[in-house]
């Protein structure tokens, strides 16, 4: 035997350790495979459950951004942006939406003789009823002050009425304690339907159509319900 064949010789090994180190080398691979999958896998949870808290927190701004800090209804700007897309919406698929509109009567002697913390719990009882008292897909909002709106989609005149005067009877019948002080308060309602087949309706001749309501409602003695309706007769 040569030199250089007793040193291929030496240096060979056998083939059964060449399996081995093969197989303990390809295992290693495939655990560092397995291992990267996973933590793939882990960053992909972690990143949706990150997106899923941003989405939540975006909800969450966007809710206290349209809200109003004294009574927790929607705010103008958030009613008057839902207006516009209930009134669109109707014109568009010829389906009735109602608009209501409601100011306290005589709310600034409220203030006078009790002083304006008592007239803030005032304005928080009556939300809170008229919260309890619309459906899920209405809009209750503080229109400004002492006057509230709520978009009603989906709903005539008469269906209007109904809830109109519902809230107007459960105001009156309300004894707000705030104080050591009971307070009883009326309101005045108004209340616009559009109704299909007035496709050139403005958001502003339905928002006067309702406030005019309103004011009949105070100019016929207060406490009542007036009703007006935009479209054919």
């Not at 933590?39 to 990143?47: I, M, Q, S």
């Not at 209007?160 to 107007?168: G, Q, S, Y």
């Not at 339905?206 to 007769?233: C, E, F, T, W």
Request: negative net charge.
């Amino acid at each position: 035997m040569s030199a250089i064949d007793e040193l291929v010789k030496d240096d060979m090994k056998p083939y059964s350790q060449v399996l081995q180190e093969a197989n303990e080398e390809l295992g290693v691979l495939n655990l560092s495979n397995e291992q990267l999958i996973i933590k793939l896998k882990e960053a992909k949870a972690r990143a949706e459950t990150l997106t899923g808290h941003l989405k939540i927190s975006n909800e969450k701004l966007r809710e206290i951004a349209f809200r109003d800090g004294l009574t927790g209804l929607y705010n103008h700007r958030y009613f008057q942006e839902i207006l516009d897309k209930e009134l669109s919406r109707a014109m568009r698929y010829g389906r009735p939406f109602s608009l209501i509109m409601f100011d306290l009567d005589h709310f600034k002697n409220v203030n006078d003789s009790y002083g304006h913390r008592v007239g803030d719990i005032v304005l928080q009882e009556i939300s809170a009823l008229v919260l309890k008292m619309v459906r899920t897909n209405d809009v209750a909002a503080r229109y400004g002050g002492e006057e509230f709106a709520i978009i009603v989609p989906e709903t005539d005149l008469k269906g209007a009425a109904v809830l109109a005067e519902r809230i107007r009877r459960s105001v009156e019948q309300m004894e707000i304690v705030a104080d050591s002080v009971t307070v009883r308060v009326t309101i005045s309602v108004g209340a616009a339907t559009y109704l299909p087949g007035a496709e050139g309706t403005s958001k502003a001749e339905l928002l006067d159509a309702a406030d005019v309501a309103m004011y009949n409602a105070k100019n016929n003695g207060r406490n009542k319900l007036s009703m007006a309706k935009v479209g054919p007769d």
